[in-house]
């Protein structure tokens, strides 16, 4: 049974940084895949980076690349995403998951299971 938990959330100020945390347990991070997502009120959840076991292999949506950094810590059982420069509009509620089989770009949460609770990031003056 995996269990993904997410943390690092927080406020942070236009054109600020914040690093946010995917702890993983319950499964061989040899064989996974993980992406995050994350849900603004009143939208669809947005799959918005993918890393491979390795690290070799990463993806990024057009909404975050140049800005965001996933990696991941295979010792530690963490995948990492590292945002910088934030904008107000990166305000949401943010997941780390693994795909249930198969998976494709863009990402779709239909293909991913295993979802942490979430953490929260507000970007705002």
């Known amino acids: 049974q995996v269990q993904l938990v997410e943390s690092g959330g927080g406020l942070v100020q236009p054109g600020g940084s914040l690093r946010l945390s995917c702890s993983s347990s319950?499964?061989?991070?040899?064989?996974?895949?993980v992406a995050w997502f994350r849900q603004a009120p009143g939208k669809e959840r947005e799959g918005i980076a993918v890393?491979?076991?390795?690290?070799?292999?990463?993806r990024y949506a057009d909404s975050v690349r140049g800005r965001f950094t996933i990696s991941r810590d295979n010792v530690k059982n963490t995948i990492y995403l590292q945002m910088n420069a934030l904008k107000p509009e990166d305000t949401a509620v943010y997941y780390c998951?693994?795909?249930?089989?198969?998976?494709?770009?863009?990402?779709?949460?239909?293909?991913?299971?295993?979802w942490g609770q979430g953490t929260q990031v507000t970007v705002s003056t």
């Open positions: 998951a693994t795909p249930t089989d198969t998976w494709t770009w863009p990402l779709s949460p239909s293909h991913f299971s295993a």
């Open positions: 890393i491979n076991y390795s690290g070799g292999s990463r």
């Open positions: 319950g499964f061989r991070s040899a064989v996974s895949v």
